[in-house]
């Protein structure tokens, strides 16, 4: 959505905001790959807050703290917004795969001590990627034919003569042909990654050393998925790649509770209304090898084919009446939650649905914690929908970004592609003065927050054994679990699939979340790190979609192209003792939560350290009932302001495009939020009236 | 703190708005006085329809403006042509969308859409059904718009299998909902009729001489759609059984037999000359052209209900002319034709007979059965079934209770009579605030029973004391009861219908809480009324018993009227007649 690569200085703010308030692409952050603009260094000299790094609790807090007046700086050394909680188009997702294969580059080390005035020392901060870098064990698979794709069906011959494997003579046809058709796919390969992206000698050293004939993997999937379903039409790498535009791939994979604190500020702030959302539309689970739905709403339970009724007035039951807090689980505290699920006379469908499904807790998680969770799920169901879960079309990625925007709207100025090489501690009261940023220039600032990324290892508190998150993403060419409609948004929890293995959590996304393009779906796993993110989740890859180490998994949806990689979980950061000046604050990147909660905490908790007396992110006002300069009506501002008048001026001019810009182009996506889920149907209706009319 | 963005202070919102309103409020006024006085100078020109689209599309319940607009649309229809008129009502259909998202509830527009609808030249049903759907998928209870669909289905003869997925996809999206379940019953018995074959006798009828059981109607549903709406409607009720769309729709599946009309039974005595007639159900014997037969001689005679409050009643009588069947000699055969309903019913009086009667031994089962009836036991069985496992994880929901009664009466009324109390029981604990609902209704369980036990007797005699009794009702089945002992009740009254009772010799009601006895009037043969213990307490009370002319014994030991100064003497004058007084 910010198509914008930075705005850096008061001249600049105003003119870029324009074109990006006009609308110019408000699609997907497809031009996140802008060649840097020749900044000058001509930054204001001095801020409340400068904020290094863009990740969501960055972004709250930028956004909360511009709100209120504060006059914000908000930078990030990449090129593209939300850091570690970016989503990113196909081609730009090889990209990033590319850098994190590269080697970093050492960093200069530059000398800043003529900017340091009496009693002041220099805090260096680690611009290096090497170094701060949460990503590793990038791994990438592609399973999809490198052949341009064929306008017309697909010839005949091929198929039958796959059907017909059986026979020896016909298989060495095969072979015969899957070499051919390798070798082709080979040429293409070097050219595609020569010319297009990121599919670095990485990618085919990872696949060469995971399967075990890479050479005929491709083609015996090919053969195979023709065999089970000849009919439809498959969706080749160049395919992908032309058509990257319309992927939308967060790094991180999180839904957001829609009584959850990040719904919840969303609503305060007026924030949502720069973001659209869809409601999950099911919860599915893994069980004895079949993906089931899992009936958590009312009308879920009443729908269910696979409950008794006997079992449904259990479930329903056990869902009603665990909402408050009785004598009897208390007597349970401490015992596993499992324990007590089993005393309730819940079947064994019923316990696994409750324990991991609903609670998605495990199995020797205590009773009081399985029931808070359990409470917070069913609290969010029915708000907007049959989930409890909401996300944002076009991405997670994006909802930093809203609050970026909403950081701008209120004065904030933005810098991509810019860092802060290091701070200026005043020695004696242990407060960082000022920082100096990647240009050289020192500005100062009352506070400084960073991503705890852009902190040595030696300055952070982490706790100990370090913890990381494996996460892969799949694009694949059908829904796990196929039902009437193909735009199904499913949660689906997979309980360990053996002792010892992650639960993991599994999102699949359609096409009409604007993730993935027409034909496919956007899977997300993630889990909590055993091993690597490849050894933690290509076994339950392998057995739930098609891949060409599955066996007769014909029926599975089958795994055009994967990627694996492992992130450091944001949980990890400890919330003191940290070795930095008093007024410097860190935020952590994504956990391993499914929810937001971590990040707006964190961002409230550094918001009301600085400033206890104001409200946090308090709604926007209506653009009327905003004074302009124009108008005879504010006469309150005296003379002596000028200047800060004129920086008032400025912000209301990007008030009112926005505001503008907002009638233009999203008229009624206001408060959707608020309409308990009619909101979206609603729009969908007006629409539809307006057209027939 | 500086840099904030100014806003305005409450108070000068408060004022633009006001303002704001202000300026809206004397368009509005301006606009619908030039309105009102078009109207009254019957003006209907274009301007007038476009004032009255102004006003209603910012207040679309103004009832007299879419009267207004449908005068100048009847209007326009004479002097435009087809495709003008078209234009013009397809213009009104979407002004009227407008409307209703101003108010998707409003009665006027959706009568207007449903008016213009209808006159429209070449109406394109299928959009209006898919702005129904629209409309339901945003709030699934809005009745307006279930009843304006309905319209539309009709007009445009939608296939019945299709509506009824609708309801499926409704039901499935939200199952309490009326709407949606009553929309079910109506489509079923279209979709899946009962099979026109006569049900096979299911239970062995007691008496033999029944005519065949009354089970011909349209609105009933094949056995094989039953049982896959029975496993549909357990889903709900055992999801949320506190739910009562889903219930309400079970009982509606589990059957309501409508009783064959008919003359039930006729009763000639000689003494008194008179004829009474009982019928299956309430009617107004001067009206239905009921005929009297007297050994081929159509009589002339006056028909009256048992009690001046009546004007409908299930038992007429009527006075015979004086001496037609007096001699005691003679044999006499009456017949009772009901002209309206194609019916009749014979009765002889022998010679030496004082009394005669003709009747079906009404008290088969199907008489109480109509609750709940008409499927096979052996499928009310496994119901009781299912209901009763639900009961089990939910004791105290009364939903379950009710049915499980109701299931209980359909089934063996008298075998289950014990678990029948034990659940009223439960019942009054758990829903206090229905108490004397579940004391009415078990009421008329027992009194069901005792008249069944009665006719199983063959006696005249119905006994049904210390059953915790608060009403009395199936009066109409008591009409050849000579004997009643309604003794150590909770009876407050003898109500009207009590006067149905027309052979009645004694009355015994002692120990009840009973104040008044309109009830026994014109009873014939009332010889012996014991009200011990009972609440009447002032001598007007007693009033109707005067009415009873061979009323001899009076117990009135423990009521209040007792204390009343010369109650003696006022009682004598009174009621003449009784010798044997007890006070």
Redesign the interface.
């Known amino acids: 959505m910010l198509g914008l690569d930075s705005f850096n200085i008061d001249s600049v703010v105003i003119h870029t905001i324009s074109i990006f308030f006009s609308g110019v692409c408000l699609q997907s952050p497809c031009s996140l790959l802008f060649e840097p603009v020749t900044l000058q260094p001509c930054l204001p000299s001095e801020f409340d807050v400068v904020i290094l790094g863009t990740g969501l609790a960055e972004s709250v807090v930028a956004a909360a703290f511009s709100r ?4 914000v700086l908000h930078v990030d050394r990449r090129s593209y917004y939300a850091a570690n909680w970016a989503s990113f188009t196909f081609n730009g997702l090889l990209t990033w795969i590319q850098q994190h294969h590269e080697e970093s580059q050492p960093e200069e080390a530059q000398d800043w001590s003529s900017l340091l005035e009496e009693g002041e020392e220099l805090i260096y901060l680690s611009n290096s990627k090497s170094e701060s870098d949460s990503i590793s064990n990038v791994q990438v698979f592609s399973f999809t034919s490198e052949e341009e794709e064929e306008e017309e069906a697909p010839s005949p011959d091929p198929p039958s003569i796959a059907e017909e494997q059986t026979g020896g003579a016909e298989e060495d046809a095969v072979k015969e042909n899957s070499e051919t058709e390798s070798a082709d796919s080979k040429e293409d390969d070097t050219k595609e990654k020569s010319e297009a992206t990121a599919d670095g000698d990485d990618e085919e050293q990872a696949s060469q050393t995971e399967g075990e004939e890479p050479e005929a993997d491709q083609p015996t999937t090919s053969a195979a998925q023709s065999q089970s379903e000849p009919i439809k039409k498959k969706i080749s790498y160049p395919q992908l790649l032309k058509e990257g535009r319309r992927f939308n791939i967060d790094l991180v994979s999180k839904l957001m509770y829609s009584r959850g604190s990040l719904v919840d500020l969303l609503i305060k702030s007026n924030v949502s209304r720069y973001a659209e959302f869809k409601n999950v539309t099911r919860i599915l689970t893994y069980r004895h090898g079949k993906v089931q739905q899992v009936p958590c709403s ?2 879920d ?3 269910s084919r696979q409950l008794s ?2 079992e ?3 479930l ?2 056990f869902l009603t009446s665990c909402m408050e807090e009785t004598e009897e689980q208390q007597a349970y505290n401490g015992r596993p939650y499992l324990e007590f699920l089993c005393d309730q006379q819940l079947g064994d469908n019923l316990q696994d649905f409750l324990l991991h499904s609903i609670a998605m807790v495990t199995e020797d998680t205590p009773t009081e914690e399985g029931l808070t969770s359990t409470r917070h799920f069913l609290r969010c169901l029915g708000r907007y929908g049959n989930t409890p879960f909401l996300f944002p079309v076009y991405g997670l990625g994006e909802i930093p970004q809203c609050f970026c925007r909403m950081c701008a709207v ?2 904030g100025i933005y810098c991509l592609r810019h860092s802060v090489n290091c701070l200026v501690m005043d020695k004696e009261t242990n407060r960082c003065k000022a920082v100096i940023d990647s240009r050289g220039q020192r500005i100062s600032c009352s506070h400084f927050v960073v991503e705890e990324g852009y902190v040595g290892a030696d300055r952070k508190q982490m706790a100990t054994p370090t913890r990381s998150l494996s996460r892969a993403v799949l694009i694949t060419d059908g829904s796990i679990l196929p039902s009437d409609s193909d735009q199904q948004v499913s949660m689906v929890t997979v309980p360990p699939i053996a002792a010892g293995c992650p639960a993991v959590k599994m999102v699949e996304l359609c096409s009409s979340t604007m993730t993935c393009m027409p034909g496919t779906y956007l899977v997300h796993l993630t889990c909590q790190s055993v091993g690597s993110a490849y050894e933690d989740l290509s076994p339950v890859v392998t057995r739930m979609f098609h891949t060409p180490e599955s066996h007769d998994q014909e029926n599975c949806p089958s795994v055009l192209w994967c990627l694996y990689f492992n992130m450091a979980d944001g949980s990890g950061l400890e919330a003191e003792g940290h070795n930095l000046p008093s007024n410097v604050y860190m935020c952590s990147g994504p956990d391993g939560g499914l929810g937001h909660e971590h990040a707006i905490k964190q961002a409230e908790s550094i918001f009301q350290k600085i400033l206890p007396e104001e409200d946090f992110c308090p709604p926007a ?1 209506n653009p009327e ?3 302009y300069d124009g108008d005879n ?2 006469s ?2 005296g003379g002596e ?1 000028e200047e ?1 008048e004129e ?2 001026d400025k ?2 001019k990007e ?1 009112k495009e926005d505001k503008q810009e907002e009638k233009e182009e999203t008229e009624d996506k206001q408060e959707e939020e608020e309409k308990d889920g ?1 909101g979206e ?2 729009k969908e ?2 629409q ?2 307006q057209t ?2 | ?8 202070s409450t108070a ?2 408060e004022e633009e708005k006001k303002k704001e309103r202000e300026k809206k409020l004397k368009i509005y006024v301006a606009t619908r006085d030039a309105c009102f006085s078009k109207r009254k100078e019957s003006i209907c020109d274009d301007e007038a329809l476009q004032l009255t689209q102004q006003l209603l599309s910012s207040n679309p319940d103004f009832a007299t403006l879419w009267n207004y607009r449908r005068e100048i649309l009847m209007h326009l229809e004479t002097v435009k042509d087809e495709d003008e008129i078209q234009k013009v009502y397809i213009s009104e259909l ?1 002004f009227l ?1 407008s409307c209703l ?1 101003v108010n998707p509830k409003s009665y006027g527009s959706w009568h207007h859409r449903g008016w213009v609808s209808a006159r429209l030249p070449r109406p394109d049903w299928a ?1 209006e059904l898919s702005l129904c759907d ?1 409309c339901l ?2 709030d699934d209870r809005n009745f307006h718009c279930w009843d304006y669909r309905r319209m539309v289905v009709k007009m445009s003869g939608v296939p019945v299998d299709q509506e009824l997925a609708f309801t499926d996809r409704l039901i ?4 309490s909902n009326y709407s949606s379940w009553h929309y079910r019953s109506t489509l079923l018995p279209l979709l899946h009729p009962e099979s026109p074959e006569p049900p096979s006798p299911c239970r062995e009828p007691p008496h033999s001489s029944l005519p065949p059981s009354p089970q011909t109607h349209s609105h009933r549903v094949c056995e094989e759609q039953l049982l896959k709406e029975y496993e549909l409607v ?3 009720f ?4 506190n739910d009562q769309s889903a219930w309400f729709y079970y009982r509606w599946l589990l059957g309501r037999a409508e009783r064959e009309e008919m003359i039930s039974c006729v009763y000639v005595s000689r003494e008194e000359e008179r004829v009474a007639v009982a019928f299956s159900r309430p009617v107004n014997a001067q009206s239905v052209g009921l005929l009297l037969v007297l050994d081929g001689q159509p009589q002339r005679v006056e028909w009256t209900s048992v009690h001046p409050r009546f004007k409908h009643s299930p038992v007429w009588i009527c006075a015979l002319p004086p001496g037609t069947i007096s001699d005691i000699t003679n044999e006499h055969n009456l017949t009772v034709h009901w002209t309206e309903k194609h019916t009749h019913r014979d009765c002889a009086l022998y010679t030496g007979r004082s009394e005669s009667w003709c009747r079906d031994s009404a008290t088969d089962q199907e008489l109480f059965r109509s609750e709940l009836s008409v499927e096979k036991t052996s499928v009310l069985q496994s119901e009781l079934q ?1 209901c009763n ?2 009961q089990e ?2 004791p105290l929901n009364k939903w379950c209770l009710l049915t499980i009664i109701l299931l209980m009466r359909a089934l063996d009324p008298l075998g289950y009579e014990k678990e029948t109390l034990a659940h009223f029981q439960t019942l009054k604990e758990v829903d206090s605030m229905r108490c004397a609902y579940y004391s009415d209704l078990c009421s008329k369980f027992m009194i069901e029973n005792t008249i069944l036990k009665m006719e199983y007797a063959e006696v005249r005699v119905f006994s049904i004391s210390d059953k915790n009794l608060t009403t009395l009702c199936h009066l109409d089945q008591l009409l050849l009861v000579t004997h009643i002992n309604l003794s150590s009740n909770q009876l407050q009254r003898l109500p009207p219908q009590f006067a149905m009772l027309q052979c009645l010799e004694v009355l015994e009601a002692d120990n009840n809480s009973i104040e008044s006895l309109e009830g026994v009037y014109h009873l014939p043969k009332l010889e012996e009324v014991l009200l011990k213990n009972n609440k009447i307490s002032t001598l007007a009370d007693l009033q109707p018993l005067a009415s009873c002319p061979r009323l001899k014994r009076l117990d009135l030991r423990g009521n209040p009227v007792t204390q009343t100064a010369n109650i003696e003497s006022e009682l004598a004058e009174l009621l003449p007649s009784v010798t044997d007084l007890l006070l």
């Open positions: 209120v007046g504060q006059r009312r009308a339970v009443f729908a009724v006997v449904k007035r259990k329903m039951r209120f004065g006002p009932d905003i004074i009506t504010s309150a501002m302001e800060k920086t008032e912000q209301e008030e009619a149907m609603e209706e007006e539809t009236l027939e009319e | 703190m500086h840099g904030r963005v100014k806003l305005k000068q919102q979407s969308e998202k959009r629209r998928s945003l499935g999206s939200n199952f357990q889903n709900a055992f999801t949320d059984p299912s496992q639900l994880l939910e």
